[in-house]
Nanobody, 116 residues
Framework: EVQLVESGGGLVQPGGSLRLSCAAS????????MSWVRRAPGKGPEWVSA????????YYKDSVKGRFTISRDNAKNTLYLQMNSLKYEDTAVYYC?????????WGQGTQVTVSS
């Protein structure tokens, strides 16, 4: 059974940093591209970043480029999102996402709130 468990969210002031983690199990983590997606209050899901399974190439939404860094540790079956210079508009529930055999998998999400 695929399981994705996010952690690391919290309340942070503008300009602050957080590091999100996603612990994966139930599949061969190192064989799949992984993504982070967020959902802000009253809005639909928004893709944030992705990382390729084999060569580690990374992709980012324009608004987070230069501030967020996605990474993975295939030995630990864990996906990360380092978020720096956080802004009010980064407030959202953040989910890690896997697409496997045509199915989408999500964790329960972790809340990130940027507020002074």
């Amino acid at each position: 059974e695929v399981q994705l468990v996010e952690s690391g969210g919290g309340l942070v002031q503008p300009g602050g940093s957080l590091r999100l983690s996603c612990a994966a199990s139930g599949f061969t983590f190192g064989s799949y591209d992984m993504s982070w997606v967020r959902r802000a209050p009253g809005k639909g899901p928004e893709w944030v970043s992705a990382i390729h399974s084999r060569d580690g190439r990374t992709y980012y939404k324009d608004s987070v480029k230069g501030r967020f860094t996605i990474s993975r540790d295939n030995a630990k079956n864990t996906l990360y999102l380092q978020m720096n210079s956080l802004k009010y508009e980064d407030t959202a529930v953040y989910y890690c996402h896997l697409r496997r055999y045509g199915y989408n998998y999500w964790g329960q999400g972790t809340q990130v709130t940027v507020s002074s």
